[in-house]
C-alpha cells in the first residue's frame, strides 16, 4: 500500500531543522514532494509519499526530531494552530475500492496515531474518512480556538490523553480527499485586499455560490517580506478547478487596487489536475500520480 502523508508543523525559522527533516525523508527511503518552512506563518509544509511502512517510519522519526524543538507558549505566527504536529492528511496513492482496502488504510492510520500518542503523550484526534463516530462540527471547534483554548479542557481524543499536551497541544491525523492548497502573495504590505477578497470569497461559498465549493481562504500579513497575502485551501478540486478559482482572486486583487506578485503551491498537486490549474506551475517533485505507477520525489521514480 503506497499512501503519501502533508504533516504541517509549527515550526517555520529555523533553517537547520528544516534541512535536517528533508535529509531524514530521504535517509528513510520516502519520495520528499515537499519540504518548507514560512518565517510569517511560522510553519512547515512536508509531503512525502511511499510503501506504507517506510511513510510510517519517516514519520515517527520526523516527530523524533521536529517535537522537542517545538513550545507552543512560546509560538508565534500569524498561522492558527492547535498542535506542534498541527494536522495529518494520508492520501492513498493505490486504488481503494472495496472495503477491506479501506479498513486496512485506517487500521494504518490507526496505529500510526496510536504510536504518536503514547510516544508522546499528545492527545491525537482522527479526521475526515478516519472519523468512526464524531460528529461533523467537532474538529473545527478543537481547532478554532487555537492552541489556548484547548488548556485544562477535556478534550476526548481518539488517542492519548484527554487533556492536550501543555507545550505540544493536540494532533490530527487523518484519511482526506485531496485538497490543493495555494498562496497568492501581493506586493502590498498592507493585508487589507487580502482580507477583503479572502472574506468575499467566503461569503460567495457561504451564499452556495458553486464557484467557490470547498474553498476556503484567508487574508495575512507577510511582514518579513513586506508583502500580504490570500491563502486558498480547495477542498474539492475535482468539482472547483484551482484555475476559476484563481482568475477570481487576480480580479478581485486588481478591483481593490493590489498587484499579485506571485502565486505558490504549498505541498504535492496530482498529474490529473495540471490541465485545470494551469495558474500554476508546480516543480516535476510536487507532481503526483494517484492509482497509477509513479509518484516522482528527490528518490526518483517510485513503483
Known sequence: MRVLVSPQWSFGRDRKLLCDCRDLLVSHGAHVHYCESDIDHNRTVTAYSGEAEVVRQATLGLCELILPAIDLNR???????????????????????????????NQWIAELAGQIADRYELPVFLYEKSESSRSEAEIPAVREGGFGSLLDRDLGPDFGPRLAHPHLGVAILGWADWQLSVNVNLSDPDPRAAKLVAHRIRDMRGDGDGRMLGVRASGWPLLSREMSQVSLLMTLPDLTPADPVLEYVYEACDRAAATVAYTELVGAIRDSDLSTATRLHPRPEQIVSIGGTRAVGERGTLH
Open 75 to 105: 509560538h508565534v505566527g500569524v498561522h492558527p494552530r492547535t498542535g506542534a504536529l498541527d494536522l495529518v492528511p494520508v492520501h492513498p496513492l493505490d486504488p481503494v475500492n472495496t472495503r477491506l482496502r479501506a479498513a486496512r488504510l
